[in-house]
C-alpha cells in the first residue's frame, strides 16, 4: 500500500515537472493581437505584439508578419486563425515564386509591434467573424534553419517552407473581438 502511494505521488510530481518545464517553453514568446478591424469589403486589419520573456534570442519567422498575404487566414466558425507561417509541411514541388525567408532577432526582455491585413477567402463569410487570433512561427538555431533552407532550395524537390515548419515551435495569441468599421 504505501508502495502504491510512493509511486503514484512520484508519477504525480514528474507529471508536474513536465507540465511546469513544457509551459515555460511555449511562455518563452508571447504573443497579442492589440487591435482587429474588418472592413466593410472584408479585409481584416490586425495590429499585432510579440515580446520574447526567455533568457535566450528568439528569432521568429517574419516573412507573412507584416502587410497583406494571400491564403494566410484560416476561418474556424467564427474564428479567424492570422498564419504567420505554415503549421505543417506542405506535400507539393517547390513554388514558382516563393520570397526570401525573413527573421525577426527578439532579444530577451524585448518586443516588436506590428500590422498585417488579411482577406478571408470567398468560400468563408466575413460578415460572422467575432475573433480574431495569431500564429506564429519561432526558434533559437537561426544557423539550423538557414542550413536547412539552403540544403532544400539546392536540392529543389520539396515546397520551401518546409525547412521553416520542421524547425519552428508555434505560438499563439488569445482570441481578440473584432470591430467591424461601417461605412
Known amino acids: 500500500m504505501k508502495k502504491s502511494i510512493a509511486l503514484t505521488l512520484l508519477l504525480a510530481l514528474l507529471g508536474m515537472t ?20 474588418l472592413t466593410p469589403d472584408g479585409v481584416l486589419h490586425c495590429k499585432w505584439k510579440i515580446s520574447n520573456a526567455g533568457r535566450e534570442v528568439v528569432h521568429v519567422y517574419g516573412t507573412f508578419l507584416h502587410g497583406p498575404s494571400d491564403d494566410m487566414l484560416d476561418v474556424q466558425g467564427r474564428t479567424a486563425v492570422v498564419r504567420t507561417t505554415w503549421l505543417r509541411e506542405v506535400k507539393a514541388d517547390p513554388a514558382y515564386y516563393f520570397p526570401k525567408p525573413e527573421f525577426i532577432d527578439l532579444a530577451p526582455g524585448t518586443e516588436i509591434t506590428g500590422a498585417l491585413e488579411r482577406r478571408p477567402p470567398a468560400k468563408g463569410n466575413a460578415g460572422q467573424l467575432q475573433n480574431v487570433e495569431i500564429v506564429v512561427g519561432y526558434g533559437t538555431d537561426i544557423e539550423k534553419v538557414n542550413r536547412d533552407i539552403q540544403q532544400s532550395l539546392a536540392k529543389g524537390a520539396e515546397f520551401q517552407a518546409n525547412a521553416v515548419v520542421r524547425w519552428q515551435s508555434l505560438a499563439s495569441s488569445a482570441p481578440v473581438d473584432v470591430v467591424r468599421l461601417i461605412r
Not at 18 to 37: G, S
Request: aromatic share 4%; proline share 0%.
Open 18 to 37: 513536465r507540465t511546469t518545464w513544457c509551459e515555460e517553453k511555449n511562455a518563452r514568446l508571447k504573443i497579442a493581437v492589440t487591435e482587429a478591424l
